[in-house]
């Protein structure tokens, strides 16, 4: 699509449960985020990949939380051990590059409930 | 740290009504966005205000970028029944690319 794709869109897990979300960014976009997202809130910055670079994970709440990005294209989002503050939905963004005022591209989001 | 603030965190009105939206920091942002999110949506880049002072029109929707760069304004003109959704403010973080901080949102309710 031409879109960032995500999935999936809504997830119900156990507490104590792994998950995994994915992230299909915009074809050749070179910057991904994950941004979470509580009820009626702004969003909160998880990671950061930009090309080849080592991924900021300045934003990761704890080490439950975990990302990869794959030959530079798609990205999963592990979270190991959920606990219910965990449950949010979780936003990924692409963009063509960087740079400070570029424009970024946001999925619909993974909502993710943990019971 | 840098901030970004909005206020009112929730605004119901009546259409026709205009309403103004604020972003606020202590810090200078090289630029702010603004972003408008629907249920089950993703947030969408409404404008990019790059220059201090700068003024920015989308139809019925004005924005401003104060002289200082640390502030930035949302103007509805006649508010319509479609333009519900929450608004979202962001700004780079110093130095570190295309990272974004945003602001908590304004949840904008406009009723027929």
């Known amino acids: 699509g031409a879109g960032v794709s995500q999935s999936p869109s809504n997830k119900v897990t156990e507490k104590g449960k792994d998950v995994e979300l994915r992230c299909d960014p915009i074809?050749?976009?070179?910057?991904l985020y994950w941004y979470r997202q509580s009820l009626g809130q702004g969003l909160e910055f998880l990671i950061y990949f930009q090309g080849n670079s080592a991924p900021d994970k300045s934003g990761l709440p704890s080490d439950r939380f975990s990302a990869e990005r794959t030959g530079g294209s798609v990205s999963t989002l592990t979270i190991q051990r959920t606990q219910q503050e965990d449950s949010a939905v979780y936003l990924c963004a692409s963009s063509p590059w960087s740079g400070a005022s570029n424009t970024i591209y946001f999925g619909e989001g993974s909502w993710l409930t943990v019971v | 740290t840098q901030l970004l603030e909005q206020s009112p965190q929730f605004l119901s009105i009546q259409e026709g009504e205009n309403l103004t939206v604020y972003c606020n920091s202590s810090?200078?942002?090289?630029?702010l966005q603004w972003y408008r999110q629907e249920p089950g949506e993703g947030p969408v880049l409404l404008v990019t205000v790059v220059t201090g002072g700068e003024v920015k029109k989308l139809k019925r929707l004005t924005f401003q970028f104060g002289d200082a760069r640390k502030d930035s304004s949302l103007h509805i003109t006649a508010a319509q029944t479609g333009d519900t959704g929450l608004y979202l403010c962001?700004?780079?973080?110093?130095?570190?690319?295309?990272?974004?901080?945003f602001g908590q949102g304004t949840e904008l309710s406009v009723k027929p």
């Open positions: 962001a700004g780079p973080i110093y130095n570190q690319g295309g990272k974004l901080i």
């Open positions: 810090s200078v942002f090289s630029s």
């Open positions: 074809s050749g976009h070179t910057a």
